[in-house]
């Protein structure tokens, strides 16, 4: 059912962007005043942009529900991985803290007088 959803969810996103790239632009109406011929259009004279708005208006509406259904898949397909038996995070925690320190490398005791800067060519505060 999911895949079903999905699919739909796809097709649906593909027919917006195609309905939306058919679409003309505010600008157009200046230019087909000019001889446009809005009379000899597919659509009839009022033109084709009532008809794809209210086409895109509802692919959007349906792209909508398509989105909701598989955010609740989604939701679903969380909590079924939480009784999968993956050890929640206090215990993993639990399970460090038991192990103990033995195993982590220590750091290597260095002295505060030793620097790997030289300090031989710094001049000193003061001088020039």
Known sequence: MESLVLIVHVLLAVAIIALVLLQQGKGAEAGASFGGGASQTVFGSRGSSSFLGRMTAVLAAGLFVTS????????????????????????????????GQADLPAL????????????????ATGQQ
């Not at 989604?74 to 192990?99: F, L, M, R, Y």
């Not at 290597?108 to 001049?123: H, I, L, M, Q, W």
Request: aromatic share 4%.
């Open 108 to 123: 290597e005791s260095s002295n505060a007088a030793e620097s790997d800067v030289p300090t031989g060519d710094v001049p």
């Open 68 to 99: 909701f259904a598989l955010a609740v898949y989604a939701k679903q397909k969380a909590s079924s991985v939480n009784d999968a038996g993956i050890p929640a995070a206090e215990v993993i925690e639990s399970a460090a803290e038991t192990q």
